[in-house]
């Protein structure tokens, strides 16, 4: 059957849901992980919000006039990110997954973002493969991260909810460490009320969008990214993204009772910039 890669609807949106969370538990059963999404509501809930969003541009895969799969693009920042891509649990290895990716990364380059960037469970061998061989670069072995709260001051550092007025000292610790800003999802989840800044010796040392999968956190030091962590009241499924390779803070969050979910990693294409402090990624960079 002929292969239609086109723009996403809100139409699309229950349909490309039940695959998204179809093939997300089929994956993960399958290496014996838990499953990234709980049910086919939450994928209902966040896809629909995806495919509505400005600042993301979502394909859909159709064959013979049936959603079999669907990617997105999120353009809210200087560099692009990919996910979540998924593509339906009986249509898998006929070239949907290329086909989708292709889509994406066309579009990043039509409109000129330096560099396209992304998150690969790293037990999924396929998507790895995959890719790979489209350009993209293993940069950084991340694990997620899933515990109860910490809820315990560090010393020196005060935690607050991010403002509007913050943006501006966001986006310059933003611009230190990884050498671009990413005020379009700052902006986001200061109107969401999920954003929060650590201010230590009068000033902002680093913030967080999110603490969890969908949310990025930048700082100066491991002792600010301490503070928003301590401070978090709640970590949600599937958690939050560390870099393994950040030993000092993996070793501060197990011996505060946080556990190692599952390990992924983080792939780029173009522009990348080595960091220059320390961060959590989300789930698309």
């Not at 993204?241 to 979910?261: A, D, K, V, Y």
Request: hydrophobic share 40%; glycine share 8%.
């Amino acid at each position: 059957m002929p292969l239609t890669i086109r723009r996403a609807t809100a139409a699309d949106v229950p349909s490309a849901a039940k695959i998204c969370f179809e093939a997300f538990h089929a994956i993960n059963k399958d290496h014996n992980f838990p499953p990234d999404i709980p049910s086919v509501e939450a994928a209902v809930g966040f896809m629909g919000i995806l495919f509505a969003h400005p600042g993301f541009y979502c394909f859909v895969a159709e064959v013979d006039g049936k959603v079999v799969g669907s990617n997105c693009l999120d353009e809210r920042s200087p560099i692009s990110g990919i996910g979540p891509i998924t593509i339906d649990v009986h249509s898998q290895n006929q070239g949907i997954g290329r086909a989708l990716m292709q889509a994406v990364m066309d579009r990043s380059d039509q409109h000129g973002f330096p560099g396209i960037r992304l998150i690969q469970a790293a037990f999924h061998n396929r998507s790895l493969s995959l890719y790979t061989k489209l350009g993209f670069e293993a940069r950084e072995p991340l694990s997620a991260m899933l515990g109860l709260a910490i809820l315990k001051p560090v010393e020196g550092c005060t935690v607050r909810p991010a403002t509007v007025a913050d943006i501006d000292a966001c986006a310059r610790v933003c611009i230190q460490v990884h050498g671009h800003h990413r005020t379009g999802e700052l902006s986001d989840a200061i109107a969401q009320h999920h954003a929060m800044v650590v201010e230590r010796q009068g000033r902002i040392t680093g913030y967080t969008t999110e603490l969890g999968f969908f949310g990025h956190t930048v700082a100066e030091s491991n002792l600010d990214l301490q503070a928003i962590l301590a401070a978090t009241p709640e970590f949600e499924e599937p958690g939050f993204l560390l870099p393994t390779r950040n030993t000092e803070l993996l070793r501060w969050c197990l011996e505060n009772g946080l556990r190692i979910r599952q390990p992924m990693t983080l792939m780029t294409k173009g522009l990348y910039n080595k960091p220059n402090g320390s961060y959590l990624p989300s789930v698309t960079f």
